[in-house]
């Protein structure tokens, strides 16, 4: 059964304190991997989209890898705007999306 | 630039009564989505549309009905209401050659409640 786990469910960070997200995967195929940011009351916004083991997406402080079994998002000396819902999704080889639940990261001042 | 506009925003419905969901995009795409989200747990699509006229279901579809007559519109119906229904809805979209791999761009949601 494709599944997509993230971990953790939440994370709480004081500012400046990098860390990592996981996305891992068991898929029939990947056609690439979509990680979206979701903050409260909001729809998820898109970041990046992954294609291939090995690959690599940056932006501001965040950045996006990409394993055969797990995607990571890093986020360097986060600031308080970057907290919000965190949310993963895997494009299989028949066009299906299939999401992950989210990690909701807390980023204290 | 608007994006993909829900409406209403909020909406608390008695068991068994009936409503739609409206969605609309102003981005010319081709391909339109509607998920449900419910805490802890990952979104779920319910239905899309590749385009105006056709439509298909997706990995929860009852107790749902969906149209497509227009690019731009794509409605959700509720029919005979049911707790279960009780969720967060999000209407996307996305422009698709084929390749399936363009991003979705989302609204910011419908929030139902059955009671």
């Known amino acids: 059964e494709d599944q997509v786990t993230q971990s953790p469910e939440a994370l709480r960070l004081q500012e400046g304190e990098s860390s990592s997200l996981n996305c891992s995967y068991t898929?029939?195929?990947?056609?690439?991997l979509f990680w979206y940011r979701q903050d409260p009351g909001k729809g998820p916004e898109f970041l990046f989209t992954l294609y291939s083991a090995g690959e690599e997406k940056e932006k501001e402080r965040l950045k996006a890898t990409l394993t055969k079994k797990e995607s990571f998002l890093h986020i360097t000396a986060p600031k308080p705007e970057d907290s919000a819902t965190y949310l993963c999704a895997v494009q299989t080889s028949n066009y299906q999306l299939i999401w992950g639940a989210g990690t909701k990261l807390i980023i204290k001042p | 630039n608007a994006g993909v506009t829900q409406t209403p925003k909020f909406r608390i419905l008695k068991i068994g009564q009936s409503m739609t969901l409206q969605c609309t995009q102003d981005m010319n795409h081709n391909y339109m989505y509607w998920y449900r989200q419910d805490p802890g747990m990952g979104l779920k699509l319910i239905y899309y549309s590749v385009g105006a006229g056709i439509t298909d279901k997706g990995e929860v579809p009852n107790g749902y009905n969906v149209s497509r007559s227009t690019t731009e519109d794509f409605p959700l119906r509720l029919e005979l209401a049911a707790p279960s229904q009780t969720s967060v809805y999000f209407c996307?979209?996305?422009?698709?050659?084929?390749?399936?791999?363009?991003?979705?761009?989302f609204g910011d949601g419908t929030r139902l409640s059955i009671l």
């Open positions: 996307a979209s996305s422009y698709s050659t084929g390749g399936g791999n363009q991003p979705q761009h």
């Open positions: 898929v029939s195929g990947l056609r690439g």
